[in-house]
């Protein structure tokens, strides 16, 4: 055990978060999609820290996170279609999956041992911040508890984590609410987790359809577990009404709903939501939830793999 500091949202929260960063501990931080738990990706120890904080499977990769795109081609060759949605959607809840660049003295714990690394650029300025002054890149899954719901505040992390990790910089409830998209490149454009960055604007960058990873195919990046970001509480997914015992959690105008991802069928306001909720009807007991359908459309996409994880069987 060890005791998890909180620090401030300034210049000398963002220096102490560095500091721990630099000596091999782990922090977590605030971007724009949910809260990250990021160790030194240069540091095996580190990393394999981030592994036992979560009880990560090992063969889940991570993504490292990086303060600008100049940055990227250290670690890894970006190019091609790939350089194109760099320069597009960087800053931002965009992960590319790309070659790793040798020498770039990355822990292989990060890419769990593929030939690949999963890596981003956050539009927060307190993530870019703190990047900027660790001055490592850092290996940041998402701070929860494997399989667990992603946190989108710093009380979430420290119900998950604390005394698991050293330190949270709190940055605030997070905007967008759930991860980045995840895109690689086999050879052509391929989704490999819908998120935060709607599928229809990398397409429309493109100029063409983006392949889909087959359900059954190796995992190569993060977020691909079948079971993950789940509740104690079993989900019913695209209910209509809910069962007699069941807790409805709602998306549109519908009655009787325990919690509204939104009453007004906003997909933004539904994506800030949905982890929130759900860690909030985790607390509630562990009466069954029923779970209103979402249109699978922009972050809907999103939405519901997260929402089609959570429901997975338990292994």
């Known amino acids: ?36 738990l990021g160790g030194d990706a240069t540091n095996d120890r580190a990393v394999a820290r981030i592994f036992a904080a979560k009880g990560r499977p090992s063969f889940n990769p991570l993504i490292v996170h990086l303060p600008d795109v100049a940055t990227v081609s250290r670690f890894a060759r970006l190019e091609g279609e790939a350089e194109r949605l760099a320069d597009a959607f960087w800053p931002g809840p965009l992960t590319l999956v790309l070659p790793l660049r040798d020498g770039g003295g990355l822990s292989p714990l990060v890419s769990a041992g593929l030939p690949t690394v999963a890596v981003r650029v956050p539009d927060h300025p307190l993530a870019r911040a703190l990047l900027a002054e660790t001055g490592r890149p850092v290996a940041a899954p998402s701070a929860n508890p494997s399989g667990r719901i992603s946190p989108t505040t710093a009380e979430h992390v420290l119900a998950g984590l604390g005394g698991r990790i050293e330190a949270v910089l709190d940055g605030g409830p997070c905007a967008v609410g759930v991860e980045s998209t995840i ?7 391929v989704l490999l987790r819908p998120g935060g960055l709607p599928v229809e604007a990398i397409e429309a960058c493109l100029g063409a359809p983006l392949l889909h990873h087959a359900p059954d195919a190796a995992i190569n990046a993060p977020g691909q577990l079948a079971s993950h970001y ?17 807790r409805l959690l709602g998306f549109g105008p ?10 007004s069928g906003d997909m ?48």
């Open 254 to 263: 519908v009655e009787g709903a325990t919690l509204n991802l939104s009453p």
């Open 183 to 189: 895109v690689g490149f086999d050879p052509a454009p």
């Open 268 to 315: 933004v306001e539904a994506a800030a939501n949905l982890f929130h909720h759900l860690h909030a009807l985790d607390a509630g007991g562990a009466a069954p939830i029923a779970v209103s359908p979402v249109p699978d459309i922009g972050l809907g996409r999103a939405i519901n793999d997260r929402l089609r994880r959570a429901a997975a069987p338990r292994g």
């Open 230 to 246: 789940a509740p104690e509480a079993p989900l019913r997914l695209n209910a209509t009404t809910a069962r007699p015992g069941e």
């Open 1 to 36: 055990m060890v005791e998890t500091q909180v620090l401030e949202p300034d210049a000398g929260g963002v220096a102490e978060a560095a500091e721990i960063l630099r000596a091999g501990g782990l922090v977590s931080f605030p971007t724009e999609t949910v809260y990250g």
